[in-house]
């Protein structure tokens, strides 16, 4: 039950914090910009590293711990490993993921993405870790959120 209710946290951490990063815009930096923000970068090859949109919702476990990526346009917010990191999307050369997080971590903070087929995306940051997620269903609620309030909290 209480890991139920920690991923429900994480999930709406992430919701709020990629809601959060798409607000509060200054004007003057959309001047001459279209008012929707360009898709994450893809490679139109087809198949290869960076294929596929990363726009949405990723989610996956590395070393038994839970990884959450939420990209909308090239925004992107990450939280792993009791850390929330914020960024974004850019191609390099390839298509890279380059965040900062809350706390300083630094395990995070720049990725490169060596493949994303639509539903799985794969990957390498810079300081050693590999993330393999797996695109979570639109316009659906995770399974297994609790749905009776919690009893016999204590109060003040």
Not at 54 to 83: N, Y
Request: net charge negative; charged share 20%; aromatic share 2%.
């Amino acid at each position: 039950m209480h890991k139920r209710v920690r991923t429900s946290v994480a999930a709406a951490a992430l919701v709020a914090a990629l809601a959060l990063t798409g607000c509060g815009s200054d004007e003057s930096d959309d001047a001459g910009k279209d008012a929707k923000a360009p898709a994450a970068p893809t490679d139109a090859g087809g198949g290869g590293a960076g294929s596929g949109n990363m726009e949405g919702a990723w989610s996956g476990k590395t070393d038994g711990k839970s990884v959450d990526l939420a990209v909308t346009g090239t925004k992107a917010v990450l939280i792993a490993d009791g850390h929330a990191c914020t960024g974004e999307v850019a191609e390099m050369g390839k298509p890279m993921l380059s965040l900062k997080c809350a706390d300083g971590n630094t395990d995070r903070t720049m990725g490169t993405i060596e493949s994303n087929d639509g539903k799985t995306l794969v990957i390498s940051w810079d300081a050693g870790a590999k993330d393999t997620l797996t695109k979570s269903a639109t316009g659906k609620l995770p399974e297994g959120l609790p749905t009776g309030m919690p009893t016999g909290i204590p109060t003040p």
